[in-house]
C-alpha cells in the first residue's frame, strides 16, 4: 500500500521516516521532551566538550610541551595517552554538535534559542575551570601521577611555579596562592 503525498507515491516505510525528519507539528509532549534533551545535551555535553577542547589547545597542549623539556615522563610515548585526550574530546565534540543541530532543526526556532541560552550558561560555567593554571597543573599531576617522574616533574614545578609537588598536592596551598592571584 502507498501513500500519496505531495504528488509523490511512497511506501509506509518511506512516510514513516519522511514524517520523523519533517519538520512538521511535533505534539506538546514530544516538543516538551525534545527541550528538555536539547538543555541538557547543549549544557553537559557540547558546552563541556567545547571547554574541555580549549582547555586541551590553551593548557594541556603547552605544558607537555614544557615537560618534554624537562624530561618529566617516565617514557615519551606516555605523551601519546595526552594527545588521545585530543581524539576523545573532538569525538564527544562532534557527536553532541550533530545531536544538537538536529534537534534544533526538530524544534524550529524555539529549540535554537533554548540550545544557544543553554549552552552559554554551560560555557559560563565550565570555563571557570580555564581560569587557573595552577589549579590545572594540579589537576594535570593528579591525572597523570602514574607516568611522571616525580623528581624531574618536581624540579618543572620550582622552575615555573616555585613549589614544591607536596605544596601542589595541598588544595588549601593551592586554593590560597589562587585567590592571591599568584
Not at 14 to 24: D, Q, R, S
Not at 76 to 96: D, E, H, Q
Not at 122 to 148: M, P, T
Request: hydrophobic residues 45%; glycine residues 4%.
Amino acid at each position: 500500500m502507498s501513500i500519496l503525498c505531495y504528488n509523490i507515491s511512497i511506501n509506509e516505510s518511506e512516510a514513516a521516516m519522511f514524517k520523523f525528519l519533517n519538520l512538521g507539528q511535533l505534539s506538546t509532549s514530544e516538543l516538551v521532551i525534545y527541550m528538555v534533551l536539547l538543555v541538557v545535551i547543549a549544557y553537559f555535553g557540547l558546552a563541556n566538550s567545547t571547554i574541555q577542547l580549549i582547555g586541551y589547545f590553551r593548557f594541556y597542549k603547552p605544558l607537555t610541551k614544557k615537560l618534554e623539556k624537562f624530561s618529566a615522563f617516565q617514557d615519551p610515548a606516555y605523551l601519546n595517552l595526552i594527545k588521545s585526550r585530543l581524539i576523545g574530546n573532538l569525538f564527544v565534540f562532534i557527536l553532541t554538535l550533530a545531536i544538537t543541530l538536529f534537534m534544533c532543526w526538530r524544534t524550529g526556532g524555539v529549540g535554537f534559542a533554548t540550545a544557544f541560552v543553554s549552552f552559554l550558561a554551560g560555557i559560563l560555567l565550565y570555563s571557570k575551570n580555564l581560569r587557573y593554571e595552577l589549579w590545572n597543573v594540579q589537576h594535570f599531576a593528579h591525572q597523570y601521577q602514574d607516568y611522571l617522574d616525580k623528581e624531574k616533574f618536581t624540579r618543572f614545578l620550582r622552575a615555573e611555579y616555585d613549589i614544591s609537588l607536596e605544596k601542589l598536592s595541598d588544595k588549601q596551598f593551592v586554593l590560597q596562592r589562587l585567590r592571591k592571584g599568584k
